[in-house]
């Protein structure tokens, strides 16, 4: 009877994300399953909601709610300087690189609301690249693109945040880049001045320029494998000869039809180059 149970839950759950489709042009049939069922009944939980057809009601019926209910289901699990080592490479291993084009664009893709984007600018500010700099910074989620741009983070994570700048070879006092005030950390606005922040939802969006740098980072592994082969394709063809492609420490090209063209810069932080 439980197996049962759960399976009209997961027959109603797609039923649910065909609709949002059709409705709002948000994909999430590449998504993994097992994520999107988990976060499911916990946005249920939350809301006390008592069936998947009641949440389907709510969620067709009124865009805001649908607002909620996305920002529940794409995942925004994100901190500045996260994986100090990869920062450490990027700045060491990356930038001296891109120091050499007259004008860098990067792509940071589900920049979610903003500690890498800010970790990044920090970088490049600190190498004397950010005036050269154009970085697009999207994400499918119009909620965390709108905080992301606010540069505000709450000063609990301040003890993190400075540890993982420092260990990822911070030049200067961390302190300097924000200013503390009821709680919160804003970020000097100065280091986004080169960004430009708009939606782009990676399941079916197309490329939209060339980039010497995308960053991808701890997202695909929230897709299923067809939908990351697409995602790869994606920034294959945003990428100019030579240029970066960042991952997750747990993702990785190793199955993809992309891989040949690429190259390892540092295996560990899973930074990749693409080839000439």
């Known amino acids: 009877m439980k197996v049962e149970k759960e399976e009209f839950f997961e027959q109603e759950v797609e039923a649910l994300i065909e609709d949002?489709?059709?409705?709002?042009?948000?994909?999430?049939?590449?998504?993994?399953?097992?994520?999107?069922?988990?976060?499911?009944?916990?946005?249920?939980?939350?809301?006390?909601?008592?069936?998947?057809?009641?949440?389907?009601?709510?969620?067709?019926?009124?865009s805001y709610y649908f607002e909620s209910f996305l920002q529940e289901i794409t995942v925004n699990v994100t901190e500045m300087f996260r994986d100090p080592s990869f920062f450490q490479s990027l700045r060491n291993n990356v930038l001296p690189m891109l120091s050499t084009y007259p004008f860098i664009k990067i792509w940071d893709a589900g920049c979610s609301t903003g500690e890498e984007l800010f970790s990044l600018?920090?970088?490049?500010?600190?190498?004397?690249?950010?005036?050269?700099?154009?970085?697009?910074?999207?994400?499918?989620?119009?909620?965390?693109?709108?905080?992301?741009?606010?540069?505000?983070?709450?000063?609990?994570?301040?003890?993190?945040?400075?540890?993982?700048?420092?260990?990822?070879?911070?030049?200067?006092e961390f302190s300097s880049y924000y200013l503390s005030n009821y709680g919160n950390m804003k970020f000097d606005s100065s280091l986004i001045k080169?960004?430009?922040?708009?939606?782009?939802?990676?399941?079916?969006?197309?490329?939209?320029?060339?980039?010497?740098?995308?960053?991808c980072r701890n997202v695909l592994i929230y897709f299923n494998r067809e939908l990351q082969e697409k995602v790869?394709?994606?920034?294959?063809?945003?990428?100019?000869?030579?240029?970066?492609?960042?991952?997750?420490?747990?993702?990785?090209?190793?199955?993809?039809q992309i891989s040949r063209n690429y190259n390892f810069v540092d295996k560990n932080n899973r930074i990749y180059r693409k080839a000439s």
């Open 20 to 62: 949002i489709y059709s409705q709002y042009g948000y994909d999430f049939s590449g998504y993994a399953r097992a994520s999107v069922y988990r976060r499911v009944k916990r946005f249920l939980n939350n809301k006390n909601v008592s069936t998947v057809a009641e949440l389907k009601n709510k969620v067709l019926d009124d």
């Open 121 to 172: 600018a920090i970088l490049l500010q600190e190498e004397g690249l950010l005036d050269r700099t154009k970085i697009y910074a999207t994400d499918i989620n119009q909620k965390v693109l709108k905080q992301a741009k606010e540069g505000i983070f709450p000063t609990s994570n301040i003890a993190a945040y400075t540890s993982g700048y420092y260990a990822s070879g911070g030049k200067k």
């Open 194 to 215: 080169n960004v430009v922040f708009y939606p782009h939802n990676l399941a079916t969006d197309s490329s939209f320029n060339e980039f010497h740098l995308v960053l």
């Open 232 to 256: 790869f394709k994606l920034f294959d063809d945003s990428l100019v000869e030579l240029g970066y492609l960042a991952l997750g420490k747990k993702e990785t090209l190793a199955m993809s």
